[in-house]
């Protein structure tokens, strides 16, 4: 597995707003919805409540986007 820098995902981030003409948010949400399509598919077994852990700025946003579509889908949350 590759660990990038902040730096590096930063420019990756702006690199495929600028290509694809998005904006940060809708980015940040194509992300949350693959990972909660992550989460359903591999831990429906298990409706235990999920905490999550969100720190400040866009991995904060991610996080709570996650949030809301677990929630949306049923699971039970701790933010």
Do not use: P
């Not at 700025?57 to 809301?68: P, Q, S, Y």
């Amino acid at each position: 597995m590759k660990i990038y820098s902040a730096g590096q995902l930063y420019e990756a981030d702006r690199i495929t707003m600028e290509k694809q003409e998005v904006s940060s948010d809708i980015l940040m949400e194509r992300a949350s919805e693959k990972l909660f399509e992550w989460f359903d598919q591999n831990l429906q077994v298990t409706r235990q409540v999920i905490c999550l852990f969100c720190g400040i700025g866009n991995n904060g946003g991610d996080g709570l986007a996650l949030a809301r579509h677990l929630q949306e889908h049923g699971y039970s949350i701790r933010v």
